[in-house]
């Protein structure tokens, strides 16, 4: 008798997405449909590298992919979990036996006045590429508000001032708030160096943006002839159409072996999922094993044993500042930041090593299944502050 194959769809070609896809070839016998809605592969951590053009930021998957791996290039719509299907924008419906939900994160939706209309987004390729547009545009010696101050804004803003753009960083309360105290005088020696102002403060929260300023707490107005608005995240509200529950922010909420709490047949990696109701801090450097330890996850259901609780450990936050320096924060295994970095041009080379280094174990994976392996850390899962500070 022939055994049946089971059709297993990955939603979210990012990090966690691919890695999941890859790593479920250990198991003969899977069909794999990985769902994205661009051809392409985005590489997030360098989008700051888009804008200046130091960096395309982008993969083809042919080279990332396994042999056998199904592209659908189009959007969900909706889970429909009766059904066990994937509603998808423009092409049929995908039945699924398994799913993996890897919808990753893109900006937050912001509530200040003006900043829809005025600030441009950066968390997403298209947002990026748009930014770089007007930013061809924009005279070099115009004033460029940054605002917000965890890594995604502090590698932004020292990529424009190394290329001689007029900065300031709007940080809110503190400059990189996951930084130690030497991690983030680190981060501000080499910024000033780079030209950038730093504002920060208890009154430095941006409370309106308009075409030519942006307005803070005490009533501050900075000269802003480009807002970029890099304060905070969000993830997509697939889950919340599709019936499943969610935290508050919209991750879908798993036990501890990333299965979601509605379905024994959805399984969570990445940015959107929240296990135990105690997500990860968004990063790649979250995203990667838990998109391995999704796909264990259902490869254990398949073959009917009882799934492992995920299990990992951080090592800290790599930032570039610029492409001649860095900082490389380094933190306990459960994310808190420890008393030590390193700096300089030896963070700057360990950043580049990272950064390449992601794309390298996509890439050993899809070549030879089960090759990725990650720190993992004894005893309960690290849960670290739920600032978002990817």
Known sequence: MTEQRVKVVVIGGGYAGVIAANHLRLRAGVDITLVNPRPDFVERIRLHQLITGSDDATHAYADILGAGIELVVDAATRIDTTARQVELFSGPPLPYDYLIYAVGSGSAAPAVPGADEFAYPIADLEEAQRLTTALNDLHYGAPVCVVGAGPTGIE?????????????????????PYLSTPGRRSVAKRLRKLGVEIVDGPQAMVTAVAADAVTLGDGRRLASAMTIWTAGFGVPDLAVRSGLRTDAMGRLLTDETLTSVDSDRIVAAGDAAAPSNQPLRMSCQAAIPLGAQAANTVLARIAGEQPAVISQAFTGQCISLGRGGGTIQIARTNDVPLPLYIGGRTAATIKEAVCKGTISFLRREARKPGSYFWLKVGGKRPTPDPVVTR
């Open 156 to 176: 932004t803003a020292a990529e424009l001032a190394e290329r001689g753009r007029n900065v300031t960083l709007v940080c809110g309360a503190v400059l990189g």
